[in-house]
């Protein structure tokens, strides 16, 4: 199968990218929005993601087929990770979801379409309408493909359009999803344009950033404030930056719980694309108790994981990548033969996957790759103890716990600073209307205007 070239990343990586090219391609987006985007109703544009949704969860879809062929070689994910990945995240892309979003951000179904009466004014004597950017630049970090995904979606439910920036080689998913909705229909994917460059050029970026109304950038904190530097006041800027995650089993949860079931939970969140994203736990909080010592849950999770691996490989990683585990677990293979606490396991002779365990409730941040610290704790206080480290930067906490102390969990967690608290085995599968850092997804893409009448 060969792809047409539609989008700039289309062309390849080869040279560098003209900026009288992007200009004009700023442009002819703007232009596009107007005649193909503007007016088109929320409905419309719902049905046509979800369709576009339910098309790539077909086994003979052209693009879906392509994306799993060539998609391990692009990204360096494993073909069951990619797949498992991907058929997640479209699972959720559906009619129900995507208006259960725009009622939650937006408090009406038609809110992008017409004034409306606001349930919070009884008196009915104001309506307002919400208003999506002319342009939006994305700029992309980081592999995982969800991100970038989610944000081409909320962007096309504002009538939008936008201009996605990629990293130099990095496009590859952003294009699939791209080409699926030009595939679908034609006129609104001539509001998307899919581009890349290195990182850092910033006669590029400026030209997108005086042509687009919203700037949304992932990334590292020094990248993100590069580029905020650069933002001028009269745009709206949308920073994700990064974060870590963690997870926390109470005695409760082990006495409550199918032990196999939770363990493979937890494999389930360690090995989804393979620990490389903010939502993937760093450290499992292992509460004591009688039933299954904090020791023994790391030892029987190393077990969990070997087994996963025959099902699931890790896949190769970048050299560096591997050379990090090595030095990481050559500290441990001392640190375990003379301090008491300490223990851990590994894969034989490759460095798929790695456990270790402490005593030490504070949190380190792992290798990635599958490698994954378990703490034992005595109380559930001592988590935020251990995370103290990091306030601020906790994305999301998995959490295992019995219904009777699930409530104050959530709520000591909540006033620390987490802003998503999920069940063990989902951390890499939010919910489309989840509130990425706190806030929320579509309110903060688009401008209000309110009629008293």
Known sequence: MKLPNYFLAD??????????????????????????????????????????????????????????ERGPQETGFPLTTLTKGIDQFMAQMNETSLQALIQQDLGHLKRLDQPCSNEADPSGQRLSMAFGSELIFHISGGALPNAIFTHMILGILTKSAQLIKCPSGGSFLARMLAHSLYDADPKLGTCLEVAEWEGGDHELETIA???????????????????????????????????????????????????????????DDIVAWNQRGCLSPHVIYVEDNPDLPPIQFAERLADYLQDRELEEPRGSILPGEAARIRSRRSFYTIRAAHAPGTAFWESKGNTNWTVVFEEDPIFQTSCLNRFIYV????????????????????????????????DEIVEVMGRWGVSRICPIGSMQQPPLGWRHDGRPALADLVRWVDWEV
């Open 11 to 68: 062309m390849g990586s080869g040279q560098r990218l003209e900026p009288k090219t992007l200009r004009e391609a700023c442009l002819t987006l703007k232009r596009n929005r107007r005649q193909y985007l503007q007016e088109r109703t929320t409905p419309t544009l719902i049905r046509t993601l979800a369709n576009v949704a339910e098309n790539w969860t077909l086994e003979h879809y052209p693009i879906r087929k392509w994306t799993l």
């Open 209 to 267: 950033m005086d042509e687009a109304e919203t700037i949304t950038a992932t990334g590292s904190d020094a990248t993100l404030a590069s580029v905020h530097q650069r933002v001028t006041p009269s745009k709206r800027f949308l920073a994700y930056g990064h974060k870590v995650s963690a997870a926390l089993i109470t005695k409760g949860a082990l006495q409550g719980l199918s032990t196999r079931k939770l363990l493979h939970k937890v494999v």
């Open 375 to 406: 703490k034992r704790i005595e109380r559930v206080k001592e988590v935020i103890d251990g995370l103290e480290s990091m306030h601020g930067k906790v994305s999301t906490l998995a959490l295992a716990a019995a219904p009777s102390e699930a």
